[in-house]
T-cell receptor, first 115, second 115 residues
Framework: GAVVSQHPSRVICKSGTSVKIECRSLDFQATTMFWYRQFPKQSLMLMATSNEGSKATYEQGVEKDKFLINHASLTLSTLTVTSAHPEDSSFYIC???????????FGQGTRLTVV | AQSVTQPDIHITVSEGASLELRCNYSYGATPYLFWYVQSPGQGLQLLLKYFSGDTLVQGIKGFEAEFKRSQSSFNLRKPSVHWSDAAEYFCAVGPFSGGYNKLIFGAGTRLAVHP
C-alpha cells in the first residue's frame, strides 16, 4: 500500500516557539492532505484540508494563524504550530489522498509536547 | 448532522474469544465506511473499508465487517482474538463536500485482551 511518512515522530519545544511537522507521501502524489489532532484517549478531529498549490481549508474552531499549513508540492505538506503553548500539546496525524483516490493513507503521527 | 458512534469505549476479551465492535453512523447519502486500528503512540492502519457491493467485507488480520443500511451500522468482527489485537479501534465515515475523502471518526473502542 501507499506510504505516508510524518516527521518528527516526537518533539518537545518551549512555550512561545514554533514547531514544524512534515507529512510526505513517499510513493504517490497527493493533491490533498489532511491534518488531524488527537487528544489523549480521544478520537481524531480534523483540523484542516491541505490542497496542493492553494490555501488550506480549516475546520470550524481551528485558528488558521496558529496552525499554518503549506502544501507546496505534490508530496509534501507541512503544519507549523506557531507560538506554541502547553495546551497545543497533542498528537498530530496527517493523511494523504492520491488523485482520484477514494482512500487516504495515514502517517505515523507526531507527539508534540510544549513545556 | 453526520456522525459516528462507537457505543463501547472499552472492551476486554479473552484470547481466542470472538469479538464484535459496534459502529453506528449518521450520514446523508451512501457512505464510505472504514475501520482503522491504532497501536499506542502510532498512526492509523486501515483494517477494511466498504464503498459498495457485497455488504460483508473482509480485511486484514482476520477482521471482517458487515454493512447494514437498515440499521446504519458497520460492526467489526473477528472470530478468534489474538493478544496482538489489543489496540484502539476507530470507525470512520466519509466522503464529504468537495469530493475529498476527509473522514469523521468515532470516539474509538479500546480493546484489551486477557491471556
Amino acid at each position: 500500500g501507499a506510504v505516508v511518512s510524518q516527521h518528527p515522530s516526537r518533539v518537545i519545544c518551549k512555550s512561545g516557539t514554533s514547531v514544524k511537522i512534515e507529512c510526505r507521501s513517499l510513493d504517490f502524489q497527493a493533491t490533498t492532505m489532511f491534518w488531524y489532532r488527537q487528544f489523549p484517549k480521544q478520537s481524531l478531529m480534523l483540523m484542516a484540508t491541505s490542497n496542493e498549490g492553494s490555501k488550506a481549508t480549516y475546520e470550524q474552531g481551528v485558528e488558521k494563524d496558529k496552525f499554518l499549513i503549506n502544501h507546496a508540492s505534490l508530496t509534501l505538506s507541512t503544519l507549523t504550530v506557531t507560538s506554541a503553548h502547553p495546551e497545543d500539546s497533542s498528537f498530530y496525524i496527517c493523511s494523504a489522498q492520491p488523485p482520484q483516490g477514494t482512500e487516504a493513507f495515514f502517517g505515523q503521527g507526531t507527539r508534540l509536547t510544549v513545556v | 448532522a453526520q456522525s459516528v458512534t462507537q457505543p463501547d469505549i472499552h472492551i476486554t476479551v479473552s484470547e481466542g474469544a470472538s469479538l464484535e465492535l459496534r459502529c453506528n453512523y449518521s450520514y446523508g447519502a451512501t457512505p464510505y465506511l472504514f475501520w482503522y486500528v491504532q497501536s499506542p503512540g502510532q498512526g492509523l492502519q486501515l483494517l477494511l473499508k466498504y464503498f459498495s457491493g457485497d455488504t460483508l467485507v473482509q480485511g486484514i488480520k482476520g477482521f471482517e465487517a458487515e454493512f447494514k443500511r437498515s440499521q446504519s451500522s458497520f460492526n467489526l468482527r473477528k472470530p478468534s482474538v489474538h493478544w496482538s489485537d489489543a489496540a484502539e479501534y476507530f470507525c470512520a465515515v466519509g466522503p464529504f463536500s468537495g469530493g475529498y475523502n476527509k473522514l469523521i471518526f468515532g470516539a474509538g473502542t479500546r480493546l484489551a485482551v486477557h491471556p
